[in-house]
């Protein structure tokens, strides 16, 4: 039916001369001297492998040849049935190609464009083309939004649209999607422009919302003594912090000023002569804070007011000025007295009522600079409940000549004390951030204080601390102090943030620890 082939040709017919085939495949020819067909098979097939191998190249080593010839008999057998299909390396090169391309969308999903949205198509309820298209339109309409300052944040639209993306995704279903992303974009654009990253409008509907109710939880906690007094630091622990909580001896009030002395200048550290009428502009100095940089591994100190280097000249000019911080210097300027017993301490204890001192307040002072040091210029005091009870501005002692004009201080330091004594007692618990300085400036011994210093600590621990712009900013989600440092800031402000922290201190945060 087939013609054959001939393989068998060089071998002898087993048979021999009794085969009666008319078309026998072997051969019938007496040169033809072969082992029979058993033995032949698998003899004979390596011989002429082995004879085409040695003829076409020298004799090797025989213990490299058992390693190649499984090599050279693969690619040999393979490479005529497999001509038309692509080898393993071109297959490895596309998926590596695919790799690549699926790292690139990430970055532009982090960066300032169009975030690309990375799910599972098997695992998304809603087409993922769907939610693509949906996110770009949440994407624009935020860039729209954050406008003025997406050049200080330039991933914020970004961010933004991919949360609240997936905020729409967990609460809506197959159906209610579309409609969900568009209420979300209806209400983008009924908020208000924001002007900094800390705005009430900056944000995903959950970000909004949570901070509506930690503003009405925090709204809502009443300060008193009770829920406080755990706070309450202990006098080793004021001293560690610079606490003055004994009067200091010697007579107080002697000397108001140090007219005609040498001082230190606190600005540009340079020694001059105490005068009356200061040059206005003999100290060059940086109202901002220095702080380290590093350029090509070298780490060089700034100025956060005017990015200077610290070796240069200041960027401010103004009058040389001091800062004492001797509790006997201090006392000399003006006299330390404790803050007052409570009323039914002295008399019946039905006089208790008729003491109108609070539990809680919240303390901050402004200082400024005079020819007796730095010294108190406004005081603000605030209840447990965030209501001012008290905010006015201080008029100096006589002798003691200031650099800045009050028109409407009428108060001295002595009777803005004995109006404070309305509203603290020694059993009140004052709250202030690096209150030290404010019990200070007022010449007050209290031992019942809460510092959000000690509150709030520095990662690199005592003595450095974290300001309290900070701590509001990081907690609250408020800015305070937004102006520079020669417009100053409102102590009134920056008592009601420091009450505002306690409270978020108490609602976030259970026990403390008072060990320095």
């Known amino acids: 039916m087939f013609s054959t082939l001939g393989l068998f040709q060089s071998l002898s017919c087993p048979e021999g001369s009794e085969c009666s085939r008319p078309w026998c495949l072997f051969s019938h020819t007496n040169d033809a001297s072969q082992p029979p067909l058993i033995a032949s098979v698998p003899v004979a097939r390596p011989r002429a492998l082995s004879s085409i191998t040695t003829t076409s190249r020298p004799t090797t080593l025989p213990s490299t040849i058992p390693a190649k010839r499984p090599h050279e008999l693969s690619t040999s057998a393979t490479s005529s049935v497999q001509k038309d299909v692509p080898s393993e390396p071109p297959t490895q090169r596309v998926k590596t190609a695919s790799t690549t391309r699926s790292v690139a969308p990430r970055t532009t999903a982090h960066g300032n464009g169009v975030p690309i949205l990375r799910v599972t198509p098997a695992q998304s309820q809603v087409a993922v083309p769907v939610r693509q298209t949906m996110l770009k339109s949440l994407y624009d309409h935020f860039v729209v939004l954050y406008e003025a300052i997406l050049p200080s944040n330039p991933t914020l639209a970004s961010e933004h649209a991919l949360r609240q993306e997936e905020e729409i995704y967990n609460k809506s279903t197959k159906l209610t999607y579309r409609n969900a992303v568009i209420n979300s974009i209806a209400a983008l654009k009924r908020r208000p422009i924001p002007s900094a990253i800390s705005h009430p409008s900056v944000g995903t509907e959950g970000d909004i919302a949570a901070r509506i109710e930690s503003q009405k939880q925090l709204s809502e906690l009443r300060l008193t ?3 406080v007094q755990q706070l309450v630091m202990t006098v080793e622990t004021m001293k560690y912090w610079g606490y003055i909580t004994e009067v200091p001896h010697g007579e107080g009030g002697s000397r108001p000023d140090a007219k005609n002395q040498v001082k230190q200048c606190e600005r540009c550290s340079r020694s001059f002569t105490v005068r009356k009428d200061p040059k206005k502009d003999e100290c060059y100095y940086h109202w901002g804070r220095p702080f380290t940089k590093s350029i090509n591994g070298e780490k060089l100190r700034f100025y956060s007011c005017c990015s200077k280097n610290a070796n240069e000249d200041g960027c401010s ?7 004492e911080t001797d509790p006997s210097d201090l006392h000399t300027r003006h006299a330390f007295s404790p803050t007052r017993p409570p009323k039914y301490s002295h008399c019946d204890i039905s006089a208790e009522i008729c003491d109108t001192a609070l539990d809680v307040v919240a303390l901050d002072c402004e200082m400024i600079y005079t020819t007796g040091g730095m010294r108190v210029a406004r005081i603000s005091v605030v209840d ?9 501005l201080i008029r100096m002692d006589d002798d003691v000549d200031i650099m800045y004009k009050h028109e409407k201080a009428f108060l001295t ?3 803005a004390r004995q109006t404070l004594d309305a509203f603290i007692n020694s059993e009140t618990i004052i709250i202030g951030h690096a209150l030290e300085n404010d019990l200070k400036t007022l010449r007050m011994i209290h031992h019942r204080c809460i510092d959000t210093v000690v509150l709030f600590p520095h990662r690199a ?11 509001a900013k990081e907690h609250l989600g408020t800015v305070i102090q937004v102006g520079d440092g020669s417009s100053g800031h409102s102590s009134v402000e920056d008592s009601v943030a420091t009450l505002d922290l306690v409270r978020w201190y108490i609602l976030n945060k259970k026990g403390t620890s008072q060990k320095p």
């Open 225 to 227: 003594r009770t829920i």
């Open 317 to 323: 000019r103004g009058c040389h000025v001091f800062y």
């Open 384 to 392: 447990g409940t965030g209501t001012e009870v008290f905010d006015e």
């Open 413 to 415: 330091l002595l009777s």
């Open 461 to 471: 621990g005592p003595p450095y601390r974290r300001s309290l712009r900070d701590l």
